[in-house]
T-cell receptor, first 111, second 114 residues
């Protein structure tokens, strides 16, 4: 079983749509969790950390379910500029030095 | 304002010709990482430094080496590049001291091997 799994997509949605991505991880001892955004041929950029209580940043909501070992990202009111690849990232170590990346889910928002 | 800087942004090298990629950071972070990312794949960690302590991933080929002469700089040396080493090489940093240990990436160096 792969350590971090994501549906690669692509997810093709119209502007204004709500879209959700899920990610599962295999190591129950995983310490912390993130969503990164990566634009084509650019570096990954931190979108948000994911906390056990769930967290929201504007149109973006992230949730963590440790019992089921999955993480979700919800994007409301999609914008054209949200088109990118979203990487689910899991930290396996207490020092934060063992980040495992999923392959990413591609989102395409059209007008 | 740049925090993690990578040079060059694009590098072309010949098969078997050694190449060095550089990374510098202004964040004063303890940890620096090198990742390799090929098209449509996840970034793959090659190694990292926690301060001066070098940590190599088990499956990183011996062809890849790294140096960290000081806190700000870290280098990736590819001793004999093969065609399969063509990829984006990403440098990242993290403080290593505070959960949740976000990593901050540089813009990457895209390596072409001819």
């Amino acid at each position: 079983r792969k350590e971090v799994e994501q549906d690669p997509g692509p997810f093709n949605v119209p502007e204004g749509a709500t879209v959700a991505f899920n990610c599962t991880y295999s190591n129950s001892a995983s310490q912390s969790f993130f969503w990164y955004r990566q634009d084509c041929r650019k570096e990954p950029k931190l979108l948000m950390s994911v906390y056990s209580s769930g967290n929201e940043d504007g149109r973006f909501t992230a949730q963590l379910n440790r019992a089921s070992q999955y993480i979700s990202l919800l994007i409301r009111d999609s914008k054209l500029s949200d088109s990118a690849t979203y990487l689910c990232v899991v930290n396996m170590s207490q020092a934060g030095t063992a980040l495992i990346f999923g392959k990413g889910t591609t989102l395409s928002v059209s007008s | 304002d740049a925090m993690v800087i990578q040079n060059p942004r694009y590098q072309v090298t010949q098969f078997g010709k050694p190449v060095t990629l550089s990374c510098s950071q202004t964040l004063n972070h303890n940890v620096m990482y090198w990742y390799q990312q090929k098209s449509s794949q996840a970034p793959k960690l090659l190694f990292h430094y926690y301060d001066k302590d070098f940590n190599n991933e088990a499956d990183t080929p011996d062809n890849f080496q790294s140096r960290r002469p000081n806190t700000s700089f870290c280098f990736l040396d590819i001793r004999s590049p093969g065609l399969g080493d063509a990829a984006m090489y990403l440098c990242a940093t993290s403080s290593g001291q505070q959960d949740p240990y976000e990593q901050y990436f540089g813009p990457g160096t895209r390596l072409t091997v001819t």
